[in-house]
C-alpha cells in the first residue's frame, strides 16, 4: 500500500489579528478558537494572559508569527482590581482563600505602599505560572502543593495610579516591562499593607502600541459569514506598528541594511525605534537610530506584510 499523505489542516493565512480575549479560556484556547474561525495553517500567540484575564491578546499567523516575540518582549498596558484582606493560592480570585485579615488601611497608606512599586524593582514570580525550574513547570509543583524558591526578576513599573479604592478594593492601571506579573503586585502589596491581597480582576488594554479598542471579540469574528471575511480583519505587520515614525530608504540603503548593515538616512527621530519602507520593497522592518543620520536593524520582515 502507497504511503498516505498527511493531511495539511487549515490553508496558509498571514497577518495579526489583535483579539480581545474573554474571561475563562486560556490564551492558547483564545488562540485554537481564533484559527479555526480564520482556517489558518500556522498561529501563535505573543504571550499568555490569565484565564482570568480579558483584553488585548494579539495573535500572529503565518509568516507573522517570527514576529510574536517582539509583542513578547515590548511593554503592557493593564487595568486591575486587587482586593485587599484576602490572599488566595493563586494569587487571584481562582485560586483557594487562605488567609483574611480585616482592612483598615487608609488611603494614605496605600499611596505609600505603591511607591516601592514604582520603577524598576526585583519581582519574584508566583508558584501558579508557567515558568520552568528543571524542566518543569512551576504550575505543576503548585498544583502538586509543592512550593520552591523562585529567583527573583527585574522589572520596571513605568506608571502605576490609583483609578479607585473602597477600603478593599483597590483599582489600578498600570504599564510595565515585559514578564511582570499583576498577581505578584497584588500579593507583595498586600504583604507591604500586612493584609493580604490578590487579583479578582484583570485587562489587559495595551501590547506596545496596539490599543483594546482596536480589537475584535470572538463572538465579533464568529457572526461574520466566512474565514475570508473573518480574514479581514487581519492586519499587516506595519499595520501594526504605527506608533513607531516611518522612515524611507533609498534602494541602495535598503539593500545593505537587508544584510545587517548600518545605514544612512533621513528624516530620523532623535532616538529609538522607527519603521522602514523602501521604494518596491515595501516594509522592511524595524531599525533602531543608532547616531546622527544612521539607522541599524532591529528586526526584517522577511517579506510578509508589505505594503508597497
Avoid at 73 to 87: A, F, P, Q
Amino acid at each position: 500500500m502507497g504511503r498516505r499523505r498527511r493531511e495539511i489542516r487549515g490553508e496558509a493565512v498571514d497577518g495579526i489579528l489583535l483579539l480581545d480575549k474573554p474571561a475563562g479560556i486560556t490564551s492558547n484556547g483564545a488562540l485554537q478558537d481564533a484559527r479555526k474561525l480564520l482556517h489558518a495553517r500556522k498561529a501563535g500567540h505573543t504571550g499568555s494572559l490569565d484565564p482570568i484575564a480579558t483584553g488585548l491578546l494579539p495573535l500572529c499567523f503565518g509568516k507573522t508569527t517570527r514576529w510574536s516575540g517582539y509583542f513578547l518582549v515590548s511593554d503592557k498596558h493593564y487595568k486591575t482590581r486587587i482586593r485587599l484582606g484576602e490572599s488566595t493560592d493563586t494569587g487571584d480570585c481562582e485560586g483557594k482563600i487562605v488567609s483574611q485579615t480585616k482592612v483598615t488601611v487608609t488611603k494614605q497608606q496605600l499611596l505609600s505602599a505603591l511607591d516601592s512599586f514604582r520603577g524598576c524593582y526585583t519581582q519574584i514570580p508566583p508558584m501558579y505560572s508557567a515558568i520552568k525550574v528543571n524542566g518543569q513547570p512551576l504550575y505543576k509543583l503548585a498544583r502538586q502543593g509543592k512550593e520552591i524558591e523562585r529567583e527573583g526578576r527585574e522589572v520596571v513599573v513605568k506608571s502605576l495610579k490609583v483609578l479607585s479604592f473602597d477600603g478593599q478594593d483597590v483599582e489600578l492601571e498600570l504599564v510595565s516591562t515585559s514578564g511582570f506579573y499583576v498577581r505578584s503586585l497584588a500579593h507583595d502589596l498586600g504583604q507591604a499593607l500586612s493584609v493580604g491581597g490578590h487579583v479578582v480582576a484583570l485587562r489587559r488594554l495595551g501590547v506596545a502600541g496596539l490599543r483594546v479598542e482596536n480589537a475584535v471579540t470572538l463572538e465579533e469574528l464568529g457572526v461574520l459569514a466566512d474565514p475570508a471575511a473573518r480574514r479581514r480583519k487581519l492586519c499587516a505587520v506595519d499595520q501594526s506598528l504605527i506608533h513607531l515614525p516611518a522612515v524611507e530608504l533609498s534602494v541602495d540603503a535598503a539593500f545593505y541594511l537587508c544584510r545587517g548593515q548600518a545605514v544612512r538616512a533621513r528624516n530620523l527621530p532623535p532616538e529609538g525605534n522607527v519603521r522602514l519602507y523602501s521604494t518596491g520593497a515595501g516594509f522592511l522592518g524595524i531599525g533602531s537610530v543608532s547616531g546622527q543620520d544612521t539607522v541599524t536593524p532591529e528586526r526584517l520582515s522577511g517579506g510578509e506584510g508589505k505594503t508597497g
